[in-house]
């Protein structure tokens, strides 16, 4: 995705990789720095992959001196393609992981020595001069420990202090050098310390160091499971592609095919990239886009996209959409853009952890003195392991991974549904949607209607109706125009020229034919044109009730014929529309159809509410009228006319077969064209969503209630005190729970019914 990191002004995306970063309040200072970079437009930064997308003109190098200069490191990820960015990034993290590995061993290989020692052998106290030598020698390989395992804290916590601010290391900086300063005060100065406080704690401080560094390592290898679904997708791009060039075949990778090229596949290939048949017939495997097991057949002219599988016969096409252009690609970035972005909730645990570490550091202070004030002998010793158990159970690496691990799985899970969520907003408030609007003509229905009737109401004859209806529609790209146009290729018959051609928004089309005025559509127009219908009117209202669309059809000012056209209903729509309405979801039928029809195809889907004969500038204005009735509103539609409604809906569902117009207007779009998506997606947002509340209580609970028990408010009743080395245990493993519940969403399934 990114770029070299040379000084040239871009208008992209480009993702920075970050190391350094420890926990939520470090989200918030390194977006702050990267909006602050002329140029940049945005910058939203995935704690759980550790990585920034940015958009805007700013140079690569002015975005990782920004970071560099807010206390972390970063670098731009070079790799243009996903499957090579995607290896960068578990490379750059497995190196991290085997250094995280390397530090736990030499910490705990001296730690659990110690802790052996403290509980088994004799007290870690300095009281005779061959004790002070031998704790100095466990103090100075200590002081190694903090220098090799965790020297990364310290200059974090150093980093953020240069930048007034306080983060993860910051605690852990504070913890253990505050435990290990303590010990070598009493090992070189023990008069300085009452005698009963002449306790060393070089095993806590090497200890949390290695817990710290173990969880680290084991939540980075749990972080890697979240991707899988990125993995799959970018699984699906072939690795090369057989071109002709020169009247030679060349086997290339795909990233050097070029727009226009003429590619050959043969049968079991992946399609490399999107283009269109030129010569040969085969079938193709779409299920990966349409989620239809049965392989569509595929001749010239016709379109193929790439992942898609050729299954049976050898042939050429030309490609028309290569690199990131195409649909497998784009589908690939939007699922990343989305992992990478925030929900509303999420932002508010970025707020509460950018105030929560100096609180936390406060009441540090605050346990520490009422140790020291209130507290029996040895109330030094008990304010040092009071103080450095609260930095340490406090640290928020919990709260900063809740929101952005539930986001990657749920939105990876979407994906492998079909469901292609643009962003954290999208799927916080897909969870809440109380009222789906659905348009009709090809989101209910299969958007591929056909003529079905053809009354005629005049001296012509059904052939002469047709070759004129369909003439005026020729250049029309309504489904129902297609339909009648279709219909007249179907029979053989001929279109002629047109001239003076006008549509009539929500009405028809007028235009003249051979000298002659055509007016095509529904009962107002012909009406308002002053139109004679005698009782064709009931006519058209018998065909309505079928579920058929009557169109009224003028010659010169005189009704000619009512032609019929019926779009089927999709196999599946009415079980979809059960289940959002089994769970609370209130469904309403739009379409810009008459009102005969439009309640005989809501009658047929089990829809109690409709508005019929809508207008396309209308359907935006039916979203707010349901908002100002308090509903959270869905809208689901596939066309042109459709993309205000979605663009002012709280969230919008486009379905993927529609136009790209209706899905670049959309949050949430569904590839495969079956209303079971909505469902779908709508199930899988309320379960990210819970799983992210989960997350959020847990992290929470465990920090706030930890605090209190760091802090010794057990002593007083039971004489307890919590060990520092329990603390550094509980808040490493902590991350680890935040993670593995996030992954439970991996197996989640939608139910059907």
Known sequence: MGVKTE????????????????????????????????????????????????????????????????????KVATSQSGDDALAEKEQADWAYYKRLMREMTVALSLGVPLMIYSLFVGEMTVTTATERVTWLVVGILTLGVLYFSGKHFFVGAWQSLKNHSANMDTLIALGTGTAWLYSMVVVLVPHLVPEMAR???????????????????????????????????????????????DDKQLDIAIE???????????????????????????TVDESMLTGEPMPVEKAAGDKIVAGTINKSGSFLFQATRVGKDTALAQIINMVKRAQNSKPPIGRLADIISAYFVPVVMIIAVISALAWLNFGPEPALAFAVVSATTVLIIACPCALGLATPMSVMVGVGKAAEAGVLIRNGEALQTASKVSAMILDKTGTITLGSPKVTDVLVASEYDEQTVLQLAAT??????????????????????????????????????????????LLFGNEKLLRERQVELGNFVEKAQGLAAEAKTPMYFAVDNELAAIIAVADPIKDDSVAAIKRLQDNGVRVVMLTGDNRATAEAVAEKVGIKEFFAEVLPEEKSKKVQELQMEGEIVGMTGDGINDAPALAIANVGFAIGTGTDVAIESADI????????????????????????????????????????????????????????????????FSSLTVVSNANRLRFFKAKKH
Not at 203 to 222: F, P, Q, V, Y
């Open 199 to 245: 306790h060393v704690y070089f095993e806590a401080t090497a200890m949390i160091i290695g817990l710290i560094n173990l969880g680290l390592a084991l939540e980075l290898k749990a972080r890697g499971r979240t991707s899988e679904a990125i993995k799959r997708l970018i699984g699906l791009q072939a690795k090369t592609a057989r071109v002709i060039r």
């Open 7 to 74: 000084d040239v002004s871009i208008s992209s995306i480009e993702e920075l990789i970050i190391e350094g970063a420890g926990c939520a309040s470090c989200v918030g200072k390194i977006e702050s720095a990267l909006k602050s970079v002329s140029g940049v437009e945005n910058a939203e930064m995935n704690f759980a992959q550790r990585t920034v997308s940015v958009t805007g003109t700013a140079s690569p190098s002015a975005l990782v001196k920004a970071v560099e200069k807010a206390g972390y490191s970063a």
């Open 472 to 517: 005026l529609e020729s250049g029309s790209e309504h489904p129902l125009a297609q339909a009648i146009v279709e219909s007249a290729r179907e029979r053989g018959i001929k279109t002629s020229k047109v001239s003076n051609f006008n549509a009539i928004a929500g009405h028809g089309v007028e235009a003249e034919v051979d000298g002659k005025s």
């Open 669 to 732: 779009t569904l590839m495969r064209g079956s209303l079971h998506g909505l469902a779908d997606a709508v199930a899988v947002s309320k379960a990210t969503l819970s799983n992210i509340k989960q997350n959020l209580f847990g992290a929470f609970i465990y920090n706030v209630a930890g605090i209190p028990f760091a802090a010794g408010v057990l002593y007083p009743f039971f004489g307890m005190l919590l060990s520092p080395v329990i603390a550094g245990a509980a808040m490493a």
């Open 256 to 282: 050097k095919v070029l727009q226009g090229d003429l590619v050959r596949v043969r049968p079991g290939e992946k399609i490399p990239v999107d283009g269109e048949v030129t010569e040969g017939n085969t």
